[in-house]
């Protein structure tokens, strides 16, 4: 394998978590994705296999305002968590995809905990 230590060491904390999350179509999963520039989550129902809603700070809207990383992920949330709404999804089971809760990947929660997601 060509992981380096932070790649190797986020596999397994990634693998970890998913052998006990696991979305359903009553409380479907909610995974994180950190790039160094963006942030994208996405809602996931694993018994299908289908992604139920997405957004990411690439969206129009987010992407053309001029603010730090961390505030973007803040409006990532808070649209997650509208549109999760909008499509019935009160509930979700919180997927940090092995990055640490902490910065953009906590921002992102506490902002869809505001939007009106249990979690």
């Known amino acids: 394998m060509a992981y380096n230590k932070k790649e190797y060491r986020r596999k397994r904390i990634k693998n970890r978590i998913r052998k006990i999350v696991s979305g359903t179509p009553v409380r479907p999963r909610m995974s994180v994705f950190r790039s160094n520039r963006d942030i994208y989550v996405q809602v996931i129902d694993d018994e299908a296999g289908v992604t139920l809603v997405s957004a990411s700070s690439k969206l129009p809207d987010i992407a053309s305002q ?54």
């Open 66 to 119: 001029k603010m730090t990383k961390c505030e973007k992920s803040k409006l990532v949330g808070k649209e997650i968590a509208s549109r999760a709404l909008a499509a019935g999804i009160n509930e979700v089971v919180f997927d940090r995809n092995g990055y640490l809760y902490h910065g953009r990947v906590k921002s992102l929660a506490d902002a869809a905990r505001e939007g009106g997601l249990k979690f």
